[in-house]
T-cell receptor
Framework: SQQGEEDPQALSIQEGENATMNCSYK?????LQWYRQNSGRGLVHLIL?????REKHSGRLRVTLDTSKKSSSLLITASRAADTASYFC???????????FGAGTRLFVKA | NAGVTQTPKFQVLKTGQSMTLQCAQD?????MSWYRQDPGMGLRLIHY???????DQGEVPNGYNVSRSTTEDFPLRLLSAAPSQTSVYFC????????????????FGAGSRLTVL
């Protein structure tokens, strides 16, 4: 089974609203990353948070990590229609290798 | 700078046929990996390599072989294709993290869509 599981599986919001996605994982990690995938395309890296960090920001993205609960959340503020995509969390083990992905959250932002 | 290049983009095979998906990167990345993505699902790790001459199994390695003779190339071989291997395959690579050991950010290829009849 996969390391990371996202919640919710799908999310539909209005433009301008915030979108929050959650990720849980099972074992110790070196880092946790979030990726975005537009339909039919390869994945694009969004943000990485290391196991000794609790929160990280990048533009409209905010990521939190709770290693005691083995969970992370991705917040996208002021969503735009162009944010419509699938979002995946991924965890890397010792050495930062062997990156395992979750099943993803499909985000639909209505204009 | 091409990044990660996968070929072919599309392939149709008959059950039992063999083929190789090619992956090449020009970023001098140590780490390379292969994933498959089935419709509506996340990526599952097939095999990965942390350097030339070193490969290891991922989550779903059965039915696939890999080798890493050079830093640049990481081909994925299907020895006897089965309909269950119909999927989109992604190759990804990463180098050592900047500023922090082990922080590896993956760069993905565009994907190879394989159909096995």
């Amino acid at each position: 089974s996969q390391q990371g599981e996202e919640d919710p599986q799908a999310l539909s919001i209005q433009e301008g609203e915030n979108a929050t996605m959650n990720c849980s994982y099972k074992t110790s990690i070196n880092n946790l990353q979030w990726y975005r995938q537009n339909s039919g395309r390869g994945l694009v890296h969004l943000i990485l948070i290391r196991s000794n960090e609790r929160e990280k920001h990048s533009g409209r993205l905010r990521v939190t990590l709770d290693t005691s609960k083995k969970s992370s959340s991705l917040l996208i503020t002021a969503s735009r229609a162009a944010d419509t995509a699938s979002y995946f969390c991924a965890t890397a083990g010792t050495g930062g290798f062997k990156t395992i992905f979750g099943a993803g959250t499909r985000l639909f932002v209505k204009a | 700078n091409a990044g990660v290049t996968q070929t072919p983009k599309f392939q149709v095979l008959k059950t039992g046929q063999s083929m190789t998906l090619q992956c090449a990167q020009d970023m001098n990345h140590e780490y390379m990996s292969w994933y498959r993505q089935d419709p509506g699902m996340g990526l599952r790790l097939i095999h990965y390599s942390v350097g030339a001459g070193i490969t290891d199994q991922g989550e779903v390695p059965n039915g696939y072989n890999v080798s890493r003779s050079t830093t640049e190339d990481f081909p994925l071989r299907l020895l006897s294709a089965a309909p269950s291997q119909t999927s989109v395959y992604f190759c990804a690579s990463s180098g050592a993290g900047t500023g922090h050991s082990g922080a590896n950010v993956l760069t993905f290829g565009a994907g190879s869509r394989l159909t096995v009849l």
